[in-house]
């Protein structure tokens, strides 16, 4: 058990829809880290955020979108889904905003778009 | 652009052999590399790093080689054992100037036999 949490563990919806999947951190850890997999894309990163402050964003659709909230947990919310956002969908985090630090992972979302 | 490669998708190794992951990577921006195992339904779990000032970072079991001027890294497993039996995701991050990002490989499926 890495400490992460995430809920839901598994969500299936509607091409169009909007869903919200939410993190929580370890206790103590001020950095959240989104990473997305599919099948053929491998993990790829979506956006830090640390201490509530956006730091870093990949390759994230503008139809993704972030926040992270005063007590450190966060969500990433997905909108207008298509079936290609069909994923597992993961969040991370880590004790500061540098790099140098190993990411602890939670159990992550499985994301269904049918 | 894959920046990281796994280019083994599978190794097959008999218990108490050696277990050898290669990684090789692009970016000479990158001065930290972190190895991850992973089982199905659950999110990677942190193995070992190591920062591009070292060439060797033992713990336990897994020892991590760097060699810079190739590019390349490896994780050695030994002995290994069944419960090995996992995906294994090398990572690598660009230290102060990218945060906290990772670059993911696509991974190795390491089946330990017993």
């Known amino acids: 058990d890495s400490g992460v949490t995430q809920t839901p563990k598994h969500l299936i919806t509607a091409t169009g829809q909007r869903v919200t999947l939410r993190c929580s951190p370890r206790s103590g850890d001020l950095s959240v880290y989104w990473y997305q997999q599919s099948l053929d894309q491998g993990l790829q990163f979506l956006i830090h955020y640390y201490n509530g402050e956006e730091r870093a964003k990949g390759n994230i659709l503008e139809r993704f979108s972030a926040q992270q909230f005063p007590d450190l947990h966060s969500e990433l919310n997905l909108s207008s889904l298509e079936l290609g956002d069909s994923a597992l969908y993961f969040c991370a985090s880590s004790p500061t905003g540098q790099g140098y630090n190993e990411q602890f992972f939670g159990p992550g979302t499985r994301l269904t778009v049918l | 652009d894959q920046q990281v490669k796994q280019n083994s998708p599978s190794l097959s190794v008999q218990e108490g052999r050696i277990s050898i992951l290669n990684c090789d990577y692009t970016?000479?921006?990158?001065?930290?590399f972190l190895w991850y195992k992973k089982y199905p339904a659950e999110g990677p779990t942190f193995l070992i790093s190591i920062s591009s000032i070292k060439d060797k970072n033992e713990d336990g079991r897994f020892t991590v080689f760097l060699n810079k001027s190739a590019k390349h890294l490896s994780l050695h497993i030994v002995p290994s054992q069944p419960g090995d039996s996992a995906v294994y995701f090398c990572a690598a991050n660009a230290g102060g100037t990218s945060y906290g990002k990772l670059t993911f490989g696509q991974g190795t499926i390491l089946t330990v036999h017993p």
């Open positions: 970016n000479s921006m990158f001065d930290y």
